[in-house]
């Protein structure tokens, strides 16, 4: 591992990938990174939205101009192995791993998928649900871990969610998903103790995934109430940004476990 221990996790030039970096939490992880990292790093913001993709950009150029911003077209969904294993080729703008003392990626990408466990039958909508929030990550953070096996230092942080606490009815694939990537995230901490890996519950955050996805798309009325209530008190994405990165600047958490925003 790199000379990082008791450092800050900003302190290094850094190349950091970034999925679902179009908008919500996803971006305002890409822009505020990009404002932390020292000259000569580079981010790389991965979705399906170009368009979007590009506002990142320039949002995260603007707020650091000395960190090489990235965009590239990626759905996680499509489980194309030739896909994964060019993408890191594609993204590194001719720079090779060795240019970086520190390779971090954060699982931020995710959908909820909302519908109730007994209604399930449809094959093709489990699989994309499955393929987007879990067989893609795997497969991505693995081509991460082995294109980037060299560099000294390697961080991956999980956007996770309160809902690996409880279950919550209609978001059973959310649910599950979200606590399949925690324990995911745990036994690559197990395996590889010179990585820095955290999963990070945003809390409450007033994105399109709160009110789309969720609001007007879940199906349990009892559950669309609570996320109604909720609404009132939603977090800015930036705010919850800032936690994370106070938690990665403060580099003390125990590598594999889950911080909430609202954890002490
Ligand atoms: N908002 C909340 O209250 C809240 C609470 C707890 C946890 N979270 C977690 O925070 C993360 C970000 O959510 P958000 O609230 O910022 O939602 P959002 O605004 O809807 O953003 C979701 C991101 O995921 C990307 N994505 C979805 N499907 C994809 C696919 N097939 N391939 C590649 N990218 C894909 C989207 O990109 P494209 O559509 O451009 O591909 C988008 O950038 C998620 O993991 C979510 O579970 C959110």
């Known amino acids: 591992m790199a000379d990082v221990a008791g450092k800050g996790l900003f302190s290094v030039k850094t190349v950091c990938i970034v999925t679902g970096g179009s908008r919500g939490i996803g971006r305002s992880i890409t822009v505020n990174f990009a404002s ?4 000569g790093s580079l981010l790389i913001a991965l979705s399906r939205d170009v368009e979007q993709l590009t506002v ?46 520190q390779a971090m990626i954060v699982h931020n990408a995710g959908s909820v998928g909302s519908e109730f466990c007994r209604n399930l039958t449809d094959v093709s909508q489990v699989s994309q649900y499955l393929n987007v929030n879990l067989a893609g990550l795997i497969a991505l953070n693995a081509q991460f871990m082995q ?20 279950p919550v009815a209609s978001w059973g694939l959310y649910c599950s998903g979200k606590v399949f990537r925690e324990m995911f995230m745990r036994t690559l901490a197990l395996e590889q103790p010179n990585i820095r890996v ?11 995934m709160f009110h789309t996805e969720g609001i007007q ?15 009132k008190k939603l977090l800015a994405p930036d705010t919850t940004v800032d936690r994370l990165i106070a938690i990665l600047e403060k580099n003390v958490f ?4 889950h911080i909430s925003y609202f954890d002490d």
Not at 36 to 39: E, Q, R, S, V
């Open 36 to 39: 932390k990292f020292p000259p």
């Open 56 to 101: 990142t950009k320039t949002l995260s150029t603007k707020a650091n101009p000395a960190v090489l911003s990235v965009t590239h077209a990626f759905d996680q969904g499509t489980l194309d192995q030739q896909k994964y294993e060019k993408l890191f080729q594609d993204t590194l703008q001719g720079r090779r791993a060795s240019d970086f003392q």
């Open 147 to 166: 294109v980037f096996k060299d560099v000294p230092s390697k961080v991956a942080v999980n956007i996770s969610s309160g809902a690996v606490n409880r």
């Open 198 to 208: 955290l999963s990070y519950d945003p809390g409450p955050v007033d994105t399109k």
């Open 217 to 231: 798309e879940t199906k349990a009325e009892e559950h669309v109430q609570a996320l109604r209530a909720m609404a």
């Open 254 to 257: 125990e590598s594999g476990c």
